[in-house]
DNA sequence: ATCATAATTGACAACGATACCAATATAGAT
DNA sequence: ATCTATATTGGTATCGTTGTCAATTATGAT
């Protein structure tokens, strides 16, 4: 609030006890090569005028900064908050900062946002997904810092990417609805099946369908963002049609718990009348009875992962070899298949 | 990832286009007086060499940054993701952008990250609640920028505050209760109370039902972060005690449905042998049957106008005369009161 | 055409810290 | 005591941009 004067700098340190600026510099920083002497008196002399370090010199003269860019589509889902958490947690202890970006789901925005990001110097940049635009691969390209895509790990990344197969959660859902005798099987997605890994998923799951005979019956698109109400609007549209079904995979948890929610309201029977399946596996999966049978995936140690590999390529500590980190899926069957 | 010999700066492009370098900096950063034949050259050189701003190098000169530094105890959680997209939707537009921390509900943690984030400078600060450790409100007593206190409106504020009256929610809950005809009341909370704001909480929860002559039975307070699984434990816990109850006010959502979904499993029916009381109004409440009580808070509104304030503020455009900005809260009746 | 005013452009010096290299002090070996 | 190797300290230039003020050019009024 109050600002009078300017801020104290090395400079004003250095004075203050009678040493050289760079050697004020040197303890301030950790340097090595400092008498304890030296350290004692110009800590104390930072700590009597209210020293603070400038962190946007030293980057100016650095050329690098301590901050990692993050770009997600948005904090209002339950997968990538636990991201940013992860991410944060692996960041622990060192230097480094998340500087926060949302796209919303659009490449244009991630472009522009990371545009706009890399005018920071970042340390590293986490982006979410293998899809982007080529100008954000283009300006990646330049880059000289750990990147790190998360999320999936069906394609081609630009450095190093970790996540899960979409198409292996596609085939465990297929497999198990099939093991499970269900032969009508529908789909339920949202969001014009944004992102783009929603429809590898989906891919997977109808390919793996095919090859066990019992192909798709039919599936629903919805508009807008994932919701529970979108979800009971899924199962809604679904049976309407009056087609003969017995089990719905959904794009995600939140869905498939809106039917399921739908589904109790309305007396339909799960899993007799209908099976459901979702997507994350979300806290709320196992609390509720019946328990959402779904795929569970490992957002926070896929943050954790990422945030790990960029510190450790920033502090050039044993750098991994491997580009790609698909972590582990588990089925998790509840009561609803 | 290649990053062959260093980026172009200003300089190479005035020298591309044979200007001055401040004329070159004119242009790119829309400054005015600056001529349109001059404009053209300068973007049309800084296209083809490829030249991209740095922002460290500006800052330094400028002394302000375009940083953020927010604040949050977790993003694992329905609260704070909710509140860091609305900052986020705020900055659009600007060149604002979000540095994230994350204290675990915890001062010294984050007073350790406000002094990191102080060495670059923001532009200005968002943290959460209002109770923070003292070399943390003596670090912003020197901070020249706006600062938002964001979630809770009871107490002093350091600049600015954006949240809602935890007495006040309390208070609808006691009173909500006591007009359903509940009189044997209990309550329940979880992490050993914090953050502090749940204690404001509680205590004019319980003062009202005290004015309302239906004065708290019992109460438990759990270890250990809110969840599904914990509020589960808390009303098993209260249960146990073999105290007659007839309500049960949560400290948040989570734990509420937590416990609803124990009731379920266990056929104790809700509400007539118990009611049950939340607190934030996440989506899952409206969409469970029964429709879950509580009090739903304006997360997203609380970060978007934080975020607008900081706009504003930098901007110095018609900066509010208000300090404090109480939102305002909502009754949920479902049907588990 | 002349002058006053406004718009446009440029020169220079910072901003504060650190990399690089040189100088000095200290310790250890003979 | 002398010399070498090492640890510690200091001086200077520099990172890339922009604030300040001065110089130049264009514009309009008379």
């Not at 603070?52 to 980057?59: D, H, L, S, T, W």
């Not at 197969?165 to 099987?185: D, N, P, T, W």
């Amino acid at each position: 609030m109050n600002n009078d004067a300017r801020a104290p700098t090395l400079k004003d340190v250095a004075a203050h006890c009678g040493v050289s600026v760079i050697s004020a510099s040197r303890v301030m920083r950790d340097a090595p090569n400092v008498s304890k002497s030296l350290r004692e008196k110009v800590e104390r002399s930072a700590q009597i005028i209210g020293y603070k370090r400038n962190r946007i010199a030293g980057a100016l003269r650095g050329q690098a900064t301590d901050l990692i860019a993050v770009i997600v589509p948005s904090m209002s889902n339950h997968v990538f908050p636990n991201i940013v958490d992860g991410i944060d947690d692996a960041l622990q202890g060192s230097q480094l900062r998340v500087v926060l970006g949302m796209s919303k789901y659009n490449d244009i925005n991630e472009e522009a946002i990371l545009r706009d990001m890399l005018t920071w110097n970042p340390a590293g940049v986490i982006l979410s997904g293998l899809e982007h635009s080529e100008k954000t691969k283009e300006m990646l390209s330049y880059f000289s810092g750990p990147i790190v895509e998360v999320m999936d790990t069906d394609g081609e990344s630009i450095d190093m990417a970790v996540g899960i197969s979409m198409a292996e959660a596609g085939i465990l859902i297929a497999q198990h609805l099939v093991a499970k005798g269900y032969k009508r099987i529908a789909y339920v997605g949202a969001w014009g099946e944004r992102p783009k890994r929603s429809v590898k998923r989906r891919v997977a799951f109808e390919a793996e369908l095919i090859r066990l005979k019992t192909p798709l019956v039919t599936s629903v698109i919805l508009d807008g963002e994932s919701s529970l109400e979108r979800g009971a609007k899924g199962i809604k549209q679904l049976l309407e049609r009056g087609i003969d079904l017995d089990a719905v995979f959904f794009a995600n948890d939140d869905l498939a718990l809106g039917a399921l929610f739908y589904c109790q309201a309305n007396d339909i029977r799960v899993p007799d009348e209908i099976a459901l399946a979702g997507f994350n596996g979300i806290e709320m999966c196992q609390s509720i009875s019946p328990r959402l049978t779904t795929v569970s995936t490992p957002r926070y140690e896929i943050g954790r992962l990422a945030g790990e590999l960029v510190r450790k390529h920033i502090g050039r500590t044993e750098i991994p070899d491997r580009k790609v980190f698909p972590l582990n899926l588990e089925l998790i069957e509840g009561s609803t298949t």
